[in-house]
C-alpha cells in the first residue's frame, strides 16, 4: 500500500496531532476523518466534540455533517449549539480542528470574505463555530491547501484569530491567555509557531517536496530552522482503515 494520494496523507498527519485523553473539537470533513482514525489507532479515549451538540461519539462511521446522526452515536451527552461554545468557554476542550481560505504568518484565519468586507470580491461561508474555536480552545490547528493564494501577508478578514498582530495581542483582545494555534497541516508540510515572536514556522516536509517548494509557496516569509524534518508517510494501517473502514465509499480519498 505504498501509493497514497495527498488528502490521504493529510488526513494521516492531522490524526497524528489528535492525542488519546484529549477532547477535541471537530469540524466537517478532512478533521472528521482524522479524528476516527485517531481513534481506531492510536486515541481510542478521544472525546470528539461537534457544534451541533455531540460529545464523545465513537466515530465507527463517517458522519457528513456536524449535525447528523453519526456525531451523537455512543456519545457521552447530546446537548446542543450553546452547551458546546460554554464548554469551549470554561475551558475544556483541548484541540480545535479548523480551515479556511486564507491564513497569515500569525495564524489568523478567514473564512468569511475575499477582498473588501463591502462589497466583498467573494462571499465564503463566514464563521459558524470557527472564532469560538479558535478563540476558546486551548490549542488549534489548521488544515490547508498550501498555496501563495492562501498563505498570505494579511487575510482579508479575520474570521478566527491566531495570534493577532503578534506576541500579547491575543491576551490584549481579551482571549484567554495561554491559547491559540500550535500548527498548520497543509498539502505541503507541517508548520508549527514560534514560541517568542508567535510566527510561522516550518517544521518537515512532505515526502517529495521541498523546502524551497513550500517557500515558493507561501506568500510571507516563514521561519525555517536549521534542521527540517520529513513527515513519515502513511502507514498500511493507516492506509486500509482509511480506505476500508472509514471512507469506503470514498466520499474524500
Request: hydrophobic share 40%.
Given at each position: ?30 478533521p472528521m476523518l482524522a479524528a476516527s482514525l485517531a481513534q481506531k489507532l492510536h486515541a481510542p479515549n478521544l472525546v470528539t ?107 482579508d478578514f479575520i474570521t478566527t484569530p491566531g495570534y493577532l498582530t503578534g506576541p500579547g495581542a491575543r491576551e490584549e483582545a ?80
Amino acid at each position: 500500500m505504498s501509493d497514497y494520494s495527498p488528502i490521504e496523507l493529510m488526513i494521516c498527519v492531522a490524526a497524528r496531532q489528535m492525542p488519546d485523553s484529549t477532547t477535541a473539537f471537530i469540524g466537517t470533513g478532512i478533521p472528521m476523518l482524522a479524528a476516527s482514525l485517531a481513534q481506531k489507532l492510536h486515541a481510542p479515549n478521544l472525546v470528539t466534540v461537534f457544534e451541533f451538540g455531540g460529545t464523545g461519539a465513537m466515530l465507527e462511521e463517517l458522519p457528513l455533517a456536524v449535525g447528523e446522526e453519526r456525531t451523537f452515536r455512543k456519545a457521552l451527552a447530546a446537548s446542543g449549539i450553546t452547551d458546546i461554545m460554554e464548554t469551549a468557554q470554561r475551558g475544556f476542550i483541548d484541540y480545535g480542528f479548523l480551515g479556511g481560505a486564507q491564513i497569515d504568518m500569525y495564524g489568523n484565519l478567514n473564512s468569511t470574505v475575499i477582498g473588501k468586507h463591502h462589497p466583498p470580491k467573494v462571499r465564503l461561508p463566514g464563521s459558524g463555530g470557527g472564532n469560538d474555536v479558535g478563540s476558546l480552545c486551548w490549542h488549534t490547528i489548521a488544515i490547508m491547501q498550501h498555496s501563495k493564494r492562501r498563505f498570505v501577508p494579511e487575510v482579508d478578514f479575520i474570521t478566527t484569530p491566531g495570534y493577532l498582530t503578534g506576541p500579547g495581542a491575543r491576551e490584549e483582545a481579551g482571549l484567554p491567555p495561554g491559547t491559540g494555534p500550535i500548527k498548520v497541516v497543509s498539502t505541503m508540510a507541517l508548520l508549527g509557531f514560534d514560541e517568542e515572536t508567535k510566527r510561522m514556522r516550518l517544521e518537515a516536509v512532505y515526502p517529495g517536496v521541498t523546502v524551497e517548494d513550500v517557500i515558493e509557496n507561501t506568500g510571507f516569509e516563514l521561519i525555517i530552522p536549521d534542521h527540517v524534518g520529513t513527515v513519515e508517510p502513511p502507514t498500511d494501517d493507516e492506509l486500509r482503515i482509511l480506505r476500508e473502514e472509514i471512507d469506503p465509499a470514498g466520499l474524500y480519498i
